[in-house]
Antibody
Framework: QVQLVHSGAEVKKPGASVKVSCKVSGYTLTKLSMHWVRQAPGKGLEWMGGFDPEDGDTVYAHRFQGRVTMTEDTSTDTAYMELSSLRSEDTAVYYC??????????????????WGQGTLVTVSS | EIVMTQSPATLSVSPGDRATLSCRASQSVSSKLAWYQQKPGQAPRLLIYGASTRATGIPARFSGSGSGTEFTLTISSLQSEDFAVYYCQQYHKWPPWTFGQGTKVEIE
């Protein structure tokens, strides 16, 4: 059973950067495609980016490009999401989630199979 | 970007009743749609993928249907643990993969 454990809550000032970690247990990170989703307080879910297993690249949502970097340390099975130039609107819970790919009727069907518990990042002066 | 629209925003249902949640895509997403359940203070939980396939461990009272632009999540007989927010998400075209804004299922 895959388990994803996040780093603890963070409080940052506007303009700073934050790096959130997500440690995998019960499986090997190299065999997973990790993605990141965030949720502002009382709001819905927003996909930020993640690993594309088809071409081996990390894909970012356009609105975060230039500000977000997603990396992995395979020696510790830990994924990281770093967001820079923080503003108050970045206050949110940041989740890592693993991408599952199943073939149904000849069609590859992606889905977020396992989720971490999330890391609350608060941006405040 | 594909816009996902869920309705209603809030659904008031009595335990034991049937709940029907809708999700509409701004363009066809084929069957590449998933449903998630989220309870307060918890991470989302995968319920349905491929529009109609239940994830491992999901009770049979949850069912998904639809293809193209119109999708439905049905909970046949609501249990107390089913009161939560439900999100649909399309996986047809990225970036970005987009979520609906959510439907809150509350006790009537």
């Amino acid at each position: 059973q895959v388990q994803l454990v996040h780093s603890g809550a963070e409080v940052k000032k506007p303009g700073a950067s934050v790096k959130v970690s997500c440690k995998v247990s019960g499986y090997t990170l190299t065999k997973l495609s990790m993605h990141w989703v965030r949720q502002a307080p009382g709001k819905g879910l927003e996909w930020m980016g993640g690993f594309d297993p088809e071409d081996g690249d990390t894909v970012y949502a356009h609105r975060f490009q230039g500000r977000v970097t997603m990396t992995e340390d395979t020696s510790t099975d830990t994924a990281y999401m770093e967001l820079s130039s923080l503003r108050s609107e970045d206050t949110a819970v940041y989740y890592c989630a693993t991408l599952g790919m199943i073939t149904l009727g000849g069609v590859i069907v992606p889905h977020f199979e396992y989720w971490g518990q999330g890391t609350l990042v608060t941006v405040s002066s | 970007e594909i816009v996902m629209t869920q309705s209603p925003a809030t659904l008031s249902v009595s335990p034991g009743d049937r709940a029907t949640l809708s999700c509409r895509a701004s363009q066809s997403v084929s069957s590449k749609l998933a449903w998630y359940q989220q309870k307060p203070g918890q991470a989302p939980r995968l319920l349905i993928y491929g529009a109609s396939t239940r994830a491992t461990g999901i009770p049979a009272r949850f069912s998904g249907s639809g293809s193209g632009t119109e999708f439905t999540l049905t909970i046949s007989s609501l249990q107390s643990e089913d009161f939560a927010v439900y999100y649909c998400q399309q996986y047809h075209k990225w970036p970005p993969w987009t979520f609906g804004q959510g439907t809150k299922v509350e006790i009537e």
